[in-house]
């Protein structure tokens, strides 16, 4: 049975890295890890799992979020390197997959979709939707935290996995602005609310999106109101 859409199982997608204007030096990373509360052979250990994610050619401030978090919930420092080295493997991925198409290369000069892309494997996603999703926002690629997110909630709510990736890609191709993709979500609740079966709606939005301007428009064509 379909769920309802709960906002909250977006919240993995939502975390945005830390915005630093230089690249960290390794005695500013060592005082940022001390900062964080850690014995001394911990942060040691810390600073080591950091130096691993550069010596791999990622900034290690991309993880910083996560020392951030690890400090504000307690978490031992044996589980944050766990964390953190997980984080640098999902890193490698991502960039692996990216860098097999051209529309990959804008995608991974830009930390926040590397780390995207990173969390939508962590999420589950297969290499063919990522790279489903990455083609679709070629032209808009500041778009694609906003279709990852719909790609996700999609799925979760409980939409056929193929047509949640048509319906994203559609949405990405369309002129609808990215802030309206959430309401693709809600069209599918309320017509299932009059009994329209989800597949069948979502394969009626794939039509309707390329010819449509607005949300507003959208919403006509798909509810008739």
């Given at each position: ?41 911990e942060q040691a250990a ?94 808009r690629p500041e778009d ?82």
């Open positions: 049975m379909l769920k309802h859409f709960v906002p909250v199982i977006l919240l993995f997608f939502c975390i945005t890295s830390v915005s630093f204007a230089d690249s960290f030096t390794e005695k500013s990373i060592k005082d940022f890890v001390r900062e964080s509360g850690y014995s001394e052979s810390i600073v080591n799992t950091l130096t691993e994610a550069e010596a791999a050619g990622f900034d290690s401030t991309m993880l910083f979020p996560r020392i951030k978090e690890a400090k504000a919930k307690k978490v031992s420092a044996q589980r944050l390197i766990s964390v953190l080295k997980k984080e640098i493997e999902r890193l490698i991925s991502a960039e692996s997959i990216l860098s097999q198409i051209p529309e990959g290369k804008a995608f991974l000069k830009n930390q926040a979709s590397l780390l995207r892309a990173a969390n939508l494997i962590a999420w589950g996603a297969e290499e063919a939707e990522l790279l489903a999703i990455v083609t679709a926002c070629k032209n694609f935290q906003q279709a990852t997110i719909l790609f996700v909630s999609l799925v979760t709510w409980g939409l056929e996995r193929g047509s949640s990736l048509e319906l994203t890609e559609a949405a990405a191709l369309s002129k609808l602005k990215s802030r309206n993709f959430p309401g693709i979500q809600e069209l599918l609740v309320r017509g299932r609310g009059n009994s329209i079966p989800p597949e069948k709606l979502a394969f009626e939005i794939i039509k309707a999106l390329p010819e449509i301007t607005n949300f507003s428009e959208l919403k006509r064509r798909i509810l008739y109101e």
